[in-house]
């Protein structure tokens, strides 16, 4: 159902995110409803904001690590803020 599409989108996003939106636009209005295809992309693409956030904070300077890691973390935030104030 819709849950395990927005489950395995945020896990999907904390790894590879493009198999997942490729997969989920494919289906989308056929077998997914349109709107739980659009969610489960922000959703996946939130996560993947995170997570390229800290590889940055990981690997990078300490100040440009630093910089990345909040600026990906406030546009993942920024996206879900969205997502939640249109649903």
């Known amino acids: ?5 927005y489950g395995l989108a945020g896990v999907s996003g904390l790894v590879d995110v493009d198999a997942f939106i490729l997969g989920l636009t494919q289906t989308a209005g056929a077998a997914v ?3 739980v295809a659009a969610t489960g992309v922000v959703i996946a693409t939130a996560a993947n904001c995170a997570v390229k956030g800290a590889y940055a904070l990981a690997f990078a300077g300490r100040a440009t690590g ?3 890691f909040l600026s990906l973390l406030a ?7 969205v997502l939640v104030r249109l649903g």
């Open 1 to 5: 159902g819709d849950a395990g599409v």
């Open 33 to 35: 409803p349109l709107a």
């Open 66 to 68: 630093r910089w990345s």
């Open 75 to 81: 546009l993942g935030a920024l996206s879900l803020l």
